[in-house]
């Protein structure tokens, strides 16, 4: 799953887990974006570009269930409304399917400190997104569903009048009308 896939499916699953269960909670959309990516954002830096020939991994330690775990004992000791930031980055872990595919990754370290390398690991790590936009189905329906997502939340909530626009950048507000 790249970037809009992932974004769309968490704030569809908070969005609606939100509107159900607390209709009346303000949250933070903003922690909800940031989160959706945030392993995304530490490890592939680290696993695809400073320590490539190291890792030859994109999923390290933002890829734990530690990491998260921490997140969220750190965020909801900010306050509640921070606990999105942990539970976005666990939910990223789940649509990655890391404990399927990498259980040592997402149950590190307890299997040990070391990460399993990726089998399908490649320097051209560019190129292959880029080509598995073209040719892998799972990201293109992933891409599409996350873009229509975010299309029908910013329809929803008018995000192209200024004032809710502002709002949302401001304080992740999504207005009702
Ligand atoms: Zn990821």
Redesign the pocket.
Known sequence: MLIFGHIGLTIAIIYTFQRIRFPGLELDYRLVILGSLL??II?KPIGYIIFQKYYEN??LYG?TLLFSLVLLILSYSAGTKYLVLGSSTLL?LIE?GVIVHMPRTFLWPLQGWDFSKNEEFTSRWIEHIISSLYTDQYIQITEIAGLIVISYLMLRHQLYIKANLIAFIKAGRLIDK
């Open positions: 392993p995304d490890d994109g999923w890829h990223h990655d």
